[in-house]
């Protein structure tokens, strides 16, 4: 059995003698996250681009309507890069206690700008996805098409001047079907759900890819120059594409 507690020889740890919070929110999800990780037969490239120490900001596409790229990445960052990642997530999560104490538990911050800031500030490895719930919920006949990024992931890497480490996730599309989506904001702003066709993820091979980290010349003060902010995203935005194709075309199947 694997050993995550006690002394090296060890073969076996007493699940009496744990607590009840590190038992459901740091055991079962590191075994869980293991057996995910071996289901996907999961790559890893460009480990290295992840900083030792100091705030950085993450930021990976979006896809795969259950969120297990954002479980899979916080995984590896955490057992790989040993860093402890803070991922801003869907403020759905904190609409009721029942939700958000395990959200806040498993490391999951609600994806606000102030609380982007805040992390960072404090040195913290931040993951945020720039696409937001239109990349984690759009079709699958649109795979690997980035959606429009939001510009709060540049403001606060201005403000904070944190590297951006553009991060490629392959895989999730194909795992997780869906056919279409419904936009519900006439009823809660932001409120979009998917139409999935499969509900058990498909064994797909799973690839995350970190690129080099980019660091804005820019001073604090171009967080008032719209424009400045709009093109950095694009530009962001367009070097994920052109790198997600550039991979594509080298997988010869997606299992």
């Known amino acids: 059995m694997i050993n995550f507690f006690g002394k090296p020889n060890e073969k ?22 293991e057996l995910v990780r071996k289901y996907f037969r999961l790559e890893i490239e460009g480990l290295e681009n992840i900083p030792k120490s100091g705030a950085a900001l993450v930021t990976p596409n979006h896809s795969g309507y259950m969120g297990i790229d954002a479980a899979l990445l916080a995984h590896v960052l955490a057992q790989n890069g040993k860093r402890i990642p803070r991922i801003l997530t869907h403020h759905f999560w904190f609409l009721t206690k029942t939700t958000a104490l ?3 538990k498993m490391g999951f911050t ?3 700008y102030e609380n982007g800031l805040e992390e960072l500030r404090k040195k913290h490895l931040v993951v945020i996805f720039p696409e937001g719930e239109l990349g984690n919920f759009k079709p699958t006949k649109n795979m690997y098409e980035l959606q429009e990024f939001r510009r709060g992931f540049v403001r606060m890497a201005l403000a904070t001047k944190a590297p951006i480490i553009p991060t490629l ?22 409120l979009v759900l998917p139409l999935p066709l499969n509900i058990v993820p498909l064994p797909v091979k799973w690839k995350i890819i970190f690129l080099k980290p980019i660091a804005l010349p820019y001073s604090s003060a171009s967080l008032k120059d719209v424009q400045l902010v709009h093109e950095i995203a694009e530009e962001i935005q367009e070097k994920m594409q052109q790198a997600l194709h550039s991979e594509l075309k080298k997988r010869k199947s997606v299992f």
């Not at 607590?19 to 055991?27: F, K, T």
């Not at 392959?170 to 006439?186: H, M, P, V, Y």
């Open 110 to 112: 609600e994806a606000t």
């Open 12 to 33: 076996i740890f007493n699940l009496k003698n744990l607590d009840r919070d590190v038992l459901i929110y740091r055991v079962l999800p590191r075994w869980l996250m």
């Open 169 to 190: 996730i392959i895989g999730a599309e194909e795992s997780q079907i869906n056919i279409s989506n419904l936009k519900l904001t006439r009823f809660l702003k932001g």
């Open 102 to 104: 395990p959200a806040q």
